[in-house]
């Protein structure tokens, strides 16, 4: 992805999450970028070009671990 790329994904995530602590990094192999929020990793957007179109595919994987346990009242 370029860096114009990377920076609208990151104005335009900034401004869906309202967080200004969204970042975007370039990483290796260039076929996608990382997504941070406050320097924690989130995730991964993927650049896709079909029949002329242009679209980017956010992956987000969360560990059930990570997952704060439900009350009582919800199991």
Request: no cysteine; net charge negative; proline share 5%.
């Amino acid at each position: 992805m370029t860096r114009s790329e990377i920076w609208r994904l990151e104005k335009y995530l900034r401004n869906l999450f309202r967080l200004d602590t969204v970042t975007i990094l370039e990483r290796q192999p260039k076929d996608s970028v990382e997504v941070h929020i406050g320097g924690e990793f989130i995730g991964l957007i993927y650049k896709n070009e079909e029949e002329g179109e242009v679209s980017y595919d956010f992956n987000m994987s969360i560990l059930e671990e990570d997952l704060p346990e439900p009350p009582a009242t919800r199991r």
